[in-house]
């Protein structure tokens, strides 16, 4: 009996330590890169996060098509606009702002790749434990497939693979992450964007987070 007791013991314990679908912190600072298997699109951006105001600030600097860019938004999800952020000429542009926040999440679809150690796991601090995950979305011109992976504790972004049939796979690399925000500023206008006017051009479709890549 006491077996018994102790199998179903340890049988519980295993199942308890299975990944779990997550969402990341409601708050977070950090960098990512980002790089297309064709090539066209290498970029580095920094990102300030907010799931609670559902806001998030981009500053990306990048090749496409073998051309240099920068680019500093602000999207605000709430507002359903994004600021487009010129510091050297004091300038806004303001646009509408297309499709719903989605959070830094595992999807409750997601099926379960497999769990490992980057780096090694020979000793403490020398590896760190994370989980990948993959599935679908369903998005306006068809569907999109994705594999993500984030940390066993905490649930940190590491990396996402996004493939559509107009992109290919594009590749996201997240570094340097801090839960929290490290200047809460970052996710509001500055003064010089108080009297920018929203910018709706004919035949013009509201813009997405994804059509910044």
């Known amino acids: 009996m006491r077996a018994l007791v102790l199998f179903v013991c340890l049988s519980l314990g295993c199942l308890a330590q299975k990944p779990q679908r997550c969402t990341s912190p409601t708050l977070l600072t950090g960098s990512f890169s980002v790089s297309t298997a064709n090539e066209k699109l290498m970029a580095y951006a920094k990102?300030?996060?907010?799931?609670?105001?559902?806001?998030?600030?981009?500053?990306?600097?990048?090749?496409?098509?073998?051309?240099?860019?920068?680019?500093?938004?602000?999207?605000l999800y709430k507002l359903g606009v994004m600021y487009k952020i010129n510091y050297r000429n004091r300038?806004?542009?303001?646009?509408?702002?297309?499709?719903?926040?989605?959070?830094?999440?595992?999807?409750?679809?997601?099926?379960?790749?497999?769990?490992?150690?980057?780096?090694?796991?020979?000793?403490p601090g020398q590896g760190l434990l994370v989980n990948s995950w993959a599935g679908e979305l369903q998005?306006?011109?068809?569907?999109?497939?994705?594999?993500?992976?984030?940390?066993?504790?905490?649930?940190?972004p590491v990396s996402t693979l996004f493939h559509t049939d107009k992109s290919g796979w594009v590749v996201t690399s997240f570094f340097n992450n801090v839960i929290g925000l490290v200047d809460p500023q970052h996710l509001v206008p500055p003064p010089f964007c108080k009297d920018a006017k929203l910018e709706i051009e004919d035949g013009e479709d509201p813009l997405t987070f994804y059509s910044l890549f």
Do not use: W
Not at 99 to 111: D, G, K, T, V
Not at 142 to 154: D, R
């Open 47 to 75: 990102y300030s996060y907010d799931a609670r105001g559902k806001r998030i600030r981009l500053r990306e600097v990048g090749s496409f098509k073998k051309k240099s860019f920068h680019i500093d938004v602000l999207l």
């Open 91 to 123: 300038t806004c542009c303001k646009k509408p702002l297309g499709a719903q926040f989605h959070p830094l999440e595992i999807p409750q679809n997601a099926s379960l790749l497999g769990q490992v150690v980057l780096g090694s796991s020979s000793g």
């Open 139 to 156: 998005m306006k011109k068809g569907k999109a497939k994705y594999m993500s992976t984030v940390t066993e504790f905490g649930c940190i």
